[in-house]
């Protein structure tokens, strides 16, 4: 079985969850995580329709090897509460992986929406506001606690928030981008990278996913089906990676080298620390490799 820190998640398609034809389509698509919105992408008048339609198609199942995340309203609208509610009972059935849960902004959040979904179905958060940057450390602890495995940015609402100018570099960004990634690695958590908003721009998405990459995202949240061949290409290991890698848990499993610290291999200092990241390296191909078999 692959541990939750080598489940590819290298794209998480957002659908909105009122289109059912689209959630149909989602079944056959090459994504690692499909996510029924029901909330920015959906209107107030369809929401409860939306709801419903999310629901059972989690509950009907026929997703594959992909995981299937419900995003919620938030617990401070109109809608979060009954969300919540029917996700809850989603959740022991159906392909259901996950409950999205927007703007945590703290702790609390966290664990209001717990207390409501009830302690079955696990959670995902989206880290999108400014109080949430401000909160990071507190936000992991919390997200340990209350069963949150993976983090989403949410690069629009904060662009917003923060009233800033990200431009092609997203350089206003990087301070918030790079300390949720440091968060999220000292907390064990999964961090997904936000979306990319200029469908036809091909050349854009591939710039930012190679950042994201670079930033040490796991993979990157989408909003179009155009855009999934090159975040599952650029956020996978690409096999000079997985081949080194292959090489130093070789060169430490080899029995004259087992119990030592730092080994020189093929001419360069490899130390202990970098075992473990080779390894969950090579668990990410063989887990693509099984899902794309």
Known sequence: ????????????????????????????LACDVVILDLEDSVGPEAKA????????????GGFGVREVVIRVNG?????????????????????????????????????????????VTPMWAMI???????????????SR?????TWVIGVNDLVKEMRCRPGPDRAPLMPALTSAVMA??????????GVFNDIP???????ECRQGADFGFDGKSLIHPTHLDLANRIFAPDAEAV?????????????????????????????????DAARRLIAVARAIAGLEA
């Open 145 to 149: 606690a209350e069963g949150v495995e």
């Open 75 to 119: 617990l401070d609208t109109p809608w979060g509460a009954d969300d919540l509610a029917a996700v809850a009972q989603a959740g022991a059935a159906g392909d259901l992986a996950a409950v999205l849960v927007p703007k945590a902004a703290s702790p609390g959040d966290l664990a209001a929406c717990r207390k409501a979904l009830g302690s």
């Open 201 to 207: 721009d091909l050349a854009g998405l591939e710039r």
């Open 49 to 60: 329709e939306a709801r419903v339609l999310a629901v059972a198609a989690a509950r009907a």
């Open 243 to 275: 081949a080194w890698a292959r090489t130093v848990t070789a060169a430490f499993d080899a029995p004259e080298n087992i119990g030592r610290g730092v080994l020189k291999v093929e001419g360069r200092m490899v130390e202990r620390l970098h075992l």
């Open 184 to 193: 999220a690695r000292a907390h064990g958590l999964t961090i997904l990278d």
């Open 1 to 28: 079985m692959t541990t939750p820190d080598a489940r590819p998640r290298r794209s998480a398609l957002y659908l909105p969850g009122s289109n059912a034809r689209a959630i149909e389509k989602a079944r056959t």
């Open 128 to 142: 999108e506001t400014c109080a949430a940057v401000f909160a990071l450390d507190q936000l992991g602890a919390a």
